[in-house]
Each structure stands twice: as C-alpha cells, then as structure tokens.
C-alpha cells in the first residue's frame, strides 16, 4: 500500500531528528555541567510556547494614534522572556534582540497578538522566536506585523551573585519547528560576528559625544558640516530613574523597557530632525 503524503512528511521529520542527534545538536548538555535543580534533558517547543494579547490603548501611542514601536519592542521582551523561563525553568535575562523590522502600523483600538517559542538552546543561552499580528477587532481579520528574534541568558541565583546556567536542549518536532531550529544556529553566528565590529559604533558615539560639548556661546553652527549640523539640531536626550516596575525579580532592567526608552528618545531625534510626523520603521 502506498503511503499518505501525511505519513511521509511524518517520516522526513523522524529522518531529521536522527540526523541532528547524529550531529550531536539535540544531545543534552554535559552532565556534570548541570548545576542542582535544573534538569538538562531536551523539552519540546509546546513547552514553552506563549501567547499574549493586549489592546492598543492612548497611553500606549502618539498623538495620532499609531502605537510607539518601543511599545511593541517591551510586550516582545515581557513575552519572549516567558518562552525562556518556561524552556529553563530559571531566571532568564535578555542578552540581544536581532533587527526588528515593522511593516504595518497598529492603531489605538486595535488588538494586538503575540506568540513567543524557543526555537533553539545552546548552553546557557536560547534563541526565542516571536511573530507579532494586528488583530482588527471589527472583522477579527489579522494582519503580520513584525517578528523578532531574542537571546535570553539562563541565570542561577547564588547567594550575592547570579552567573549563567545550563538550559535543556530543544526538541524540535514538525517541519516548521525543524527548520526554525536549523536556521536558529546561522542568526547566532551572525550575532557574534557583528558583535566583534564595535568599531563604527564606536567612532559614531565618539563623534556624538564631541558634538554633546558643543557651547552655542563659543561655537558658530557654521564651523561644522552637514552631517554635524544634522546630529546637532536633533540631538535629544532622556534621563530615568529605575524603578521596581522596571524590573525584573532579580532587579534586573527589563530589556524591553530599555527598548522602550531607546525608542521614545529616538522618537524625539527624529521629530526634530524631520519636523514631521513619523513612524519608527524598526
Ligand atoms: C547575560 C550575562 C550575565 C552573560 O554574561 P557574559 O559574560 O556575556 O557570559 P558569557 O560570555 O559566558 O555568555 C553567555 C552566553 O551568551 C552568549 N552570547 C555571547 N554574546 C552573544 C551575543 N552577542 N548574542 C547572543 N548570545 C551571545 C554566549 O554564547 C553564551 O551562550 P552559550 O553558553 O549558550 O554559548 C551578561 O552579559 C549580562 O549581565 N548582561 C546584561 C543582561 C541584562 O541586564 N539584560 C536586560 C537589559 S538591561
């Protein structure tokens, strides 16, 4: 009897499976690695999957309505970081968001949706996948928003210190789930190759600092370029103090609260520069 193309995908699942445990990707991390209580053996993606859904309300917009982007940026970070403390079953800190790209604005009213997985861990760190749609609650039509890739850091608790801790392995189960997983270790060496290039960013913010001691009084805008004149008229600044809201039950800043501020200061930049109504493009 011929078999259903169901049963055959069935099969090339299995088929990868043995082939990333070949590989020693799915293995579980080294035993003597594991510190008491957290137990390393794999966990399926359902484990730590996550849904939330929020409202778009006035205080979550600008004034015409259009939800700010850092907004968006904090429910990713609240959200992703519940995927990681289900997958690790510990305290779990944000250690970088990939570029996130938004490609349709959400309005006050709208209802937004966000689901969070891991997609992959390593040792102590885990990528954690999140597709955020619009929900038009009139029609209940939904529309693809954004996504975003983030990496969480496990983190045991001693005494007067936290240090990062053995996570379990992914199990990865349907074709979706599987080729998520295979990408996951691509974005994580990108993710180190650009985090060993600080060298424009530093230049940049060498230059942006020089330009901060910049003194009307003793200075003539008309000494510096165009670029320089640009960085000096929409330069904006924001001060905060970190309350407990802000963090997390380690008093640790929540990384989307960061977010949200980088935005919101952003924002302003932008205006000013502009002298037009904007939207934050990612
Ligand atoms: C998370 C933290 C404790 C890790 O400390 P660290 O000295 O970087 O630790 P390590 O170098 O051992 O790296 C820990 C993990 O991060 C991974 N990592 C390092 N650089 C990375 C990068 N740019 N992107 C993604 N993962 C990275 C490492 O590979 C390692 O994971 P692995 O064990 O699975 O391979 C530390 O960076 C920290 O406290 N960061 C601030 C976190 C925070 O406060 N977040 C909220 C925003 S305010």
Redesign the pocket.
Known sequence: MSKTSKELSIEAIKDKITKLSLTGALKPNSLKDEPEGIKSDGRSVDHSRVMMTKVILPNHSDTRGYVFGGQILSWIDVVASIAARRHSETSC????VDAVHFLRPIHVGDIVVLKANVNR???????VGVRVEREIPFTGKREFCCHAYL?F?A?RVNKDS???T??PKVIPASPAEIRRFEAAEGR?QS??S??QQPDSMQQLREKIQKLNAFDPVYESLELYGTDEKAMLSSYGEMIELVLPQHANTLQ????G??MEWMEYCAVICALRLSRSYILTAG
């Not at 800190?93 to 970088?96: A, E, G, I, N, W």
């Not at 861990?121 to 990528?127: A, L, N, Q, Y």
């Open positions: 800190v944000t250690r970088s861990s390593w040792k102590t760190s885990m990528e990496t850091i983190l936290t240090c990062p053995v996570v994580r993710r180190f650009q985090a640790i800043t929540f990384g609260q960061i």
